[in-house]
């Protein structure tokens, strides 16, 4: 799984609120009307298989189509955005993202055989959640989580959690590590994020 630290949780956890959504747009309709969609083309590359990279191909897709790509790129690099430079966080956005979908596609993968099925949507705060449950051969369910928002003005997930552990708050920690590690630069974080897909 994507273990995650204390110290992650309680640095991150008071920004998921801050999202901003046009008045009354976002509903638990819609909202799960977007999941079905995810849902539905998730499990058709379950179904189909094929290789890794075939099917991390097929998962940038949905990342593409369904995902706030900039804000979960903008969290993850959290208070180190404000010294970067507006080509720094296009690139490290970019580097990200194709981090990301690698990452999470290879986790799906682990899917195959299974599906995912969509239960129900509850408003919170500014946001919809999304519950959904995966269903895997001689295995015990467990559950995906997506969070929706429309402060876009469309309709996407901004956050996932498989078996409770949020991909916000992971690649917030990982990030945060990475930057550690290369005394803030985030140039160098870049690179290796490049690396690792």
Request: net charge positive; aromatic share 10%.
């Amino acid at each position: 799984m994507f273990p995650i630290s204390r110290r992650a949780f309680m640095a991150s956890a008071a920004a998921l609120p801050i999202l901003t959504v046009p008045a009354l747009a976002l509903t638990e309709s819609s909202a799960k009307a977007l999941v079905d969609r995810v849902v539905a083309e998730i499990n058709q590359i379950i179904s189909a298989g094929g290789s890794e990279a075939t099917i991390i191909n097929r998962f940038e897709g949905i990342f593409q189509r369904y995902a706030d790509r900039p804000y979960i790129a903008a969290y993850a690099l959290g208070p180190a955005a404000r010294q970067a430079s507006q080509a720094q966080r296009a690139a490290f956005s970019n580097a990200f993202g194709a981090y990301l979908t690698a990452k999470y596609g290879r986790r799906f993968r682990e899917f195959v055989g299974g599906r995912v099925v969509v239960q129900r949507a509850q408003a919170v705060k500014n946001w919809v959640e999304v519950k959904c449950v995966v269903q895997l051969a001689g295995r015990a369910p467990f559950d995906v989580t997506f969070y929706i928002s429309d402060r876009t003005g469309r309709d996407l997930f901004f956050n996932m959690t498989v078996e409770g552990v949020s991909l916000l708050l992971t690649e917030r920690e990982e990030i945060g590590a990475m930057l550690d590690q290369n005394r803030g630069n985030i140039d160098a974080v870049t690179a290796n994020l490049r690396r690792m897909t």
